[in-house]
């Protein structure tokens, strides 16, 4: 099992351009999370889909960022325009709701705006 | 306001000694708890859980305690390893909320050789 899949794992770009990190969940998986790390706030969730269907968004920090899931093998996270302040590490994580509560990370995206 | 909270950044202990990270949560439907590990430029990878019906769990070198009237939990490595060197999770899921789960922000534990 080749486990989460997260590209890129590194993006570096400047302030105002659009980024767009990719997520390929464990096959048979049907849930999904992003979360978003830093020092400050520690891990947090940004957004959760079961089923392909967003759930709870209510850790998205504000309209710049979006997230989709157009099937049950991919998802992605926007942000638009990108503000310094964005600057993180951006996990991605599936699990199987129903079977165990245990979610499986990828490796991160590592995000710096300059 | 965060609901589960690791109240130490960071840990150092020496090798084949006992290690013991905390976590306090605050919301009474958490029930299920669990631990994750997680070294540099990797994803956190599981480690241990326990349900909220219960008060210990042990795999291996690992056990979690849950005193769930101090709304505390703890994880014990014994004995600890360089190779434990990372940064510990602690997470709780709420009832009926799926597979959601709520982290603290994590203890950096440092085991000298």
């Known amino acids: 099992d080749a486990g989460v899949i997260q590209s890129p794992r590194h993006e570096v770009t400047e302030m105002g351009q659009e980024v767009t990190l990719r997520c390929k969940p464990i096959?048979?998986?049907?849930?999904l999370f992003w979360y978003r790390q830093t020092m400050m706030r520690g891990l947090e969730l940004l957004i959760y889909?079961?089923?392909?269907?967003?759930?709870?968004d209510s850790g998205m920090p504000e309209d710049r960022f979006s997230a989709k899931m157009p099937n049950a093998s991919f998802s992605t996270l926007k942000i638009q325009p990108s503000e310094p302040r964005d600057s993180a590490v951006y996990f991605c994580?599936?699990?199987?709701?129903?079977?165990?509560?245990?979610?499986?990370f990828g490796p991160g995206t590592r995000l710096t705006v300059t | 306001d965060q609901q589960v909270k690791q109240n130490s950044p960071s840990l150092s202990v020496q090798e084949g000694r006992i290690s013991i990270l905390n976590c306090d949560y605050t919301?009474?439907?958490?029930?299920?708890f669990l631990w994750y590990k997680k070294y540099p430029a990797e994803g956190p990878t599981f480690l241990i859980s326990?349900?909220?019906?219960?008060d210990k769990n042990e795999d291996g070198r690992f056990t979690v305690f849950l005193n769930k009237s101090a709304k505390h939990l703890s994880l014990h490595i014994v004995p600890s390893q360089p190779g434990d060197s990372a940064v510990y999770f602690c997470?709780?899921?709420?009832?009926?909320?799926?597979?959601?789960?709520?982290f603290g922000g994590g203890t950096r534990l440092m085991v000298k050789p």
């Open positions: 889909f079961n089923n392909n269907v967003p759930i709870d």
């Open positions: 997470a709780a899921r709420l009832n009926n909320a799926g597979n959601m789960l709520t």
């Open positions: 919301n009474s439907m958490f029930d299920y």
């Open positions: 326990i349900s909220s019906i219960k």
């Open positions: 994580a599936s699990s199987v709701q129903g079977f165990s509560y245990e979610q499986y």
């Open positions: 096959s048979g998986h049907n849930s």
